[in-house]
């Protein structure tokens, strides 16, 4: 009973911010001595500290508690193909040190390996190792295979595929280690603090370098029977001549392959679109006018329209957002895209763009840490105390 009596207070400190005895003995129902025990305890265990008084009435204040924001930190990282972003916040979601990389990792070994120094590096930042995180969180292209310790579908990072991957993570991380499709972190972080607030069924379409989405129905993570839910970048789309001769039968093609950054490069040299590197570049060679580049831009739109009508056929979305290097130009893709999502489907969801850019699969993964990170730092309630007292007394 003293143990939920700590959980209740706790939770409410984290829900609604400082709060006094007397306002805490309201809101959660417990009596003034329980809420003052469970406070105690709380603080002895480095959970709960005071937050300055407030006035209570004439000539009368209280302490306000708050919950600590230092009792555990969490690890966020974003593996992506282009770029590493990682991130460390305190258990009030607070970013306390971040970094932010090119990726130029050629193998899987050489990205372990990166991944393991900008993290040193960053949790240094923050003024401590990483044995003090107490849960990190990554983000990665790909379908986590937790019994083969493996990432499948994950083709554009090489080598990501192979058997061992996550046990290689966690020998550099440690062992308090969760890694997510990176797709449906952005859905979290969307969620959480981005464009989704308060929508309980919505698909988060990330379009760069792949193609993957991140599905939420009823307010949670929708991942299938297999963890592979919106792996749409699989979708068939058009068809391939397998044979140059022309023997062999075409054979269907994938969206990514349509629609991913690569075939946006490819179809703007098509269009005589020659200097243009990235599909980035590409979008800014539209918004400039450029007739070739604006075409392209026109054809992804159409693309994607086919995506978000598949989709919409199957869940039904409030709403669809649009993130990633691509996904990102919706001042340029939004309005082609609805012209031939309307020519080919009934359903007309809501198409609007995410509102984190680049920073969604990384809040999507502190997001995720805090809410496992918070129940753990109470199970583990008081072991930072004993052994400071320990060190304390070893160095008499």
């Known amino acids: 009973m003293r143990e939920l009596n700590q959980r209740i207070v706790l939770d409410r400190l984290r829900r609604g911010g400082a709060a006094t005895r007397p306002s805490l003995a309201k809101d959660t129902g417990l009596s003034k001595p329980t809420v003052g025990q469970a406070l105690l305890d709380l603080e002895q265990d480095g959970l709960v500290r005071p937050a300055g008084r407030t006035s209570a009435g004439p000539g009368r204040s209280a302490v306000l508690y708050e919950a600590d924001p230092a009792a555990g930190h969490v690890l966020g990282i974003d593996i992506g193909r282009g770029r590493l972003r990682l991130a460390v ?23 372990v390996r990166t991944v393991h120094e900008m993290a040193t590096d960053v949790v240094g930042q923050a003024g401590m190792a990483l044995s003090d995180v107490v849960l990190t969180v990554v983000g990665s292209p790909g379908v986590p295979d937790r019994r083969g310790r493996m990432l499948h579908y994950a083709p554009n990072l090489p080598g990501w595929g192979r058997r061992g991957l996550l046990d290689e993570l966690e020998a550099v991380l440690g062992p308090g280690l969760l890694v997510e499709n990176d797709a449906n972190l952005a859905a979290v972080g969307e969620r959480d603090q981005g464009a989704a607030r308060g929508v309980d069924v919505f698909v988060c379409v990330n379009v760069g370098t792949g193609i993957g989405m ?69 979008f800014q060679l539209a918004r400039q006018g450029d ?9 992804e739109a159409t693309k994607l329209a086919f995506l978000v009508a598949s989709v919409s056929a ?54 995720t840490g805090l809410r496992a990170a918070q129940d753990i730092v109470f199970e583990r309630r008081g072991e930072n105390l004993v052994t400071q007292r320990s060190d304390a007394n070893a160095s008499f």
């Not at 129905?217 to 001769?245: I, N």
């Not at 062999?248 to 098509?270: F, H, I, K, W």
Request: glycine residues 12%; aromatic residues 4%.
């Open 89 to 111: 916040a305190d258990l009030a979601g607070n970013v306390v040190a971040k970094v932010d990389e090119p990726n130029r990792c050629r193998s899987a070994s050489a990205l």
């Open 214 to 282: 991140g599905i939420v129905v009823d307010g949670q993570l929708f991942r299938g029977a297999h963890g592979a839910a919106g792996e749409v970048g699989y979708l068939p789309y058009g068809w391939v001549d397998a044979d140059s001769e022309g023997w062999t039968p075409a054979t269907p093609g994938m969206l990514e392959q349509a629609a991913a950054a690569n075939s946006v490069v490819q179809l703007a040299r098509e269009h005589g679109v020659r200097h243009a590197g990235s599909a980035r570049e590409v």
């Open 291 to 299: 007739a070739g580049a604006l075409a392209v831009v026109e054809q």
């Open 314 to 367: 199957v869940i039904d979305p409030e709403v669809v957002l649009l993130v990633g290097g691509i996904g990102s130009n919706t001042d340029l893709l939004i309005e082609p895209l609805e012209k031939a999502l309307h020519e080919i489907s009934p359903m007309m969801p809501r198409i609007a763009p995410g509102q984190l850019g680049e920073d969604a699969v990384l809040t999507g993964a502190i997001a």
